[in-house]
């Protein structure tokens, strides 16, 4: 075990799977020379050379077009976009293509591809560098998507993406690389896709979530135990497949249940798990789910105060915490 | 010398190549019937092109190339290994159909074993496939050319141009063959594209752009296999024009009488590279009535076989629509 930040595990995942596999390699805006606008890729390209670490031109399509040709023919591509927010262009790509090449070939073709993008906000990155864009996908059948919320899972689950024959978007929330870090076992070391983990155990609320908001949700769920009231808080960790056991089963154990992101409400990953929790485990409930996410706005505004009211923190989880524990 | 043996094709060749383009059209004839009688729900016509998609298909080497073709491309699916039994299974949408099991409409070409990259129905979206599988030979030290094909209107897509670029940047060996048919369904090239030809765009993109007459075989043939053999000599890609013409509606659903005149659908008709390609094959000796007579009659008897085969060949168990989202 080594204490790192969550960017390193993201790098390492990288590099370790492209020593380990030459058909792996990197493509993207900046990844080379550069290193990443983010510097995840930082070094790679002395490592591994210009053809492994490829500055591409500036097109997301055509990142996303030839990593899709590329796996096909049978290489194990990582595209990086720059910022989440920047998929658009690629989007007919990755539903179109990437998300159906297994099953509109009968299973004879298949894409082994692996799309990173940082999402996420208060980072002071207003509209077009904060979104977070799982719903949009997870609608998508096909699709594997994995937003995870610590070091040591960005490494696992990365390794896991990569050595996955379907393609996988994996969303880091970028205020999380140098503001997280924590214990990753050294060397291969792979967390499974579709698993969630409970990061803590409780008995009187649940709360739900992944991402930057695990952590926020930690620290409300510490603040309200000195209050008295015990969480139980469940990282899903993948968002595509979601783990319905591991969510029935956090449901069941308290009966009172918070659903928490980032992301604005409507339509949002929280829909479809409230929706589980209430097909399986309705009369298992002691309140109404809840749910906390961004307010249903365009996106993430620039200005401090209103960026500010638009992200979650510990005392917006908190406060929505206490309401449903007094329920 | 005759022009055939000038390129280097055999006469065994260019009968072959004549072959293949009366089966595509015999293919493609019998589709229409069956749609007209109500067997089959959709086609998407080749009909008028076999002759640039033949003569783009012989300059490369199947075995050895990948083809992304795009909807209309059934002369490059033949050459590279499809038959017309899997041809009329994938009309007749049965589990048989190599490209998708029965799950997409015809014209949606794929099998791994003849290199055949699966399609979509978007337009443009296979071209920056060939631009990665290139790059992931190249990254492999495979030495291959990566084809692929799309209309004049595709070429004004995204996709196309992203493509075009990277491939490139990076010299990458890539064939661009645009079957410029003159419509994107109704919309006639003069309101798709603001230059004059497609393969003027090749220029933008730093690499070579040439048109040729698409009813041309051997000149389509020519040019193609030019663009391989750059690729091959790590040169880079080519934008390959062929100027041809679609003799039917856009598919099954369409009714083109509302957008071009009958005279010019009979005038192209007189240009159809089956007759031109059969007048010359006759001229050189490679083809007589009574051998021409003989092919026609061995392809009709392998489509009335294929036709009987995949009418009677079962659809998938509708539960069948459930597996392959993923690989478990």
């Not at chain 1, 993008?117 to 979104?131: D, K």
């Not at chain 2, 015999?26 to 007209?36: C, G, I, P, Q, V």
Request: glycine share 8%; aromatic share 8%; net charge negative.
């Amino acid at each position: 075990m080594t204490v790192k930040l969550y960017i390193d595990a993201i790098h390492d995942a990288i590099q370790e799977e492209m020593r380990r596999d030459d058909s792996v390699f990197v493509l993207g805006e900046d990844v080379g020379v550069r290193g990443g606008v983010f510097r995840v890729t930082q070094g790679l390209m002395e490592e591994f050379g210009e053809a492994r670490i490829m500055d591409t031109p500036l097109a997301e399509s055509a990142i996303a077009g030839v990593a899709i040709g590329a796996a096909a023919y049978g290489m194990k591509p990582i595209a990086e976009i720059q910022f989440a927010d920047f998929i658009m262009p690629a989007v007919n790509q990755i539903i179109s293509e990437a998300s159906k090449m297994r099953y509109r070939s009968n299973n004879d073709w298949h894409c082994p591809l692996v799309i990173r993008a940082p999402y996420g906000g208060g980072v002071h990155g207003a509209l077009y560098h904060s979104q977070s864009l799982e719903a949009l996908f997870y609608h998508v059948p096909g699709l594997k998507i994995v937003m995870p919320a610590t070091a040591a899972d960005a490494k696992g689950l990365l390794i896991s993406a990569i050595r996955d024959p379907d393609p996988v978007l994996f969303f880091e929330h970028k205020g999380m690389y140098r503001l997280i870090k924590d214990d990753v076992p050294d060397g291969e070391y792979t967390v499974p896709i579709g698993e969630a983990a409970v990061r803590r155990q409780g008995a009187d609320i649940t709360v739900i979530t992944y991402g930057l908001m695990v952590h926020h949700a930690l620290e409300a769920a510490q603040e309200l135990e000195s209050e008295g009231v015990s969480t139980e808080l469940l990282d899903l960790r993948t968002v595509a497949p979601l783990d319905r056991d591991a969510i029935v089963a956090a449901a069941r154990k308290t009966g009172k249940v918070l659903i928490v992101h980032e992301d604005n409400k409507t339509g949002g990953v929280g829909a479809e798990v409230s929706a589980i929790i209430a097909e399986e485990a309705l009369f298992d409930l002691d309140a109404p789910i809840a749910r906390l996410c961004g307010p249903d706005i365009p996106a993430m505004p620039f200005c401090p105060p209103m960026e500010r009211f638009y992200m979650l923190d510990p005392d917006k989880i908190a406060t929505a915490m206490r309401r449903l524990a007094a329920f | 010398m005759s022009r055939h043996s000038e390129l280097g094709l055999s006469d065994d060749d260019v009968r072959n190549m004549y072959r293949y383009m009366l089966m595509a059209r015999a293919l493609d004839e019998r589709l229409w019937l069956l749609n007209r009688a109500g067997k089959i729900p959709f086609v998407v016509s080749c009909k008028g092109q076999e002759g640039a998609q033949v003569g783009a298909a012989f300059a490369l080497e199947a075995g050895r190339d990948y083809v992304l073709p795009y909807y209309r491309d059934l002369g490059v699916a033949l050459v590279f290994g499809q038959t017309a039994t899997d041809v009329m299974l994938s009309g007749f949408a049965k589990w048989e159909d190599p490209n998708s099991g029965g799950r997409q409409m015809p014209g949606h070409f794929g099998s791994r074993e003849h290199r055949i990259v699966t399609g979509s129905s978007p337009v443009s979206t296979q071209i920056p496939h060939a631009v990665g599988v290139a790059l992931a030979a190249r990254l492999r030290g495979e030495r291959l050319v990566a084809y692929t094909s799309f209309g004049e209107g595709s070429s004004n897509q995204g996709d196309f141009h992203e493509a075009c670029n990277f491939a490139g940047v990076h010299r990458l060996p890539v064939v661009f063959f645009c079957e410029n048919n003159g419509y994107a369904i109704s919309v006639p090239v003069r309101k798709q594209i603001g230059c004059e030809r497609v393969a003027d765009r090749a220029a933008g993109y730093g690499f070579p752009g040439v048109t040729v007459d698409g009813n041309d075989v051997l000149g389509v043939y020519a040019a193609m296999k030019d663009a391989v053999e750059r690729a091959l000599r790590g040169e880079g890609p080519t934008l390959v024009e062929a100027l041809t013409y679609r003799l039917n509606p856009h598919s099954s659903d369409d009714d083109d009488r509302v957008y071009r005149a009958r005279e010019e659908v009979e005038e192209a008709k007189s240009r159809d590279a089956i007759i031109t390609f059969g007048q010359y094959l006759h001229s050189v000796g490679v083809l007589n009535t009574e051998r021409d007579g003989d092919l026609r009659k061995e392809i009709a008897q392998l489509v009335d076989a294929a036709t009987a085969y995949a009418e009677k060949a079962p659809y998938a168990p509708p539960e069948e629509a459930l597996k392959y989202v993923y690989a478990d």
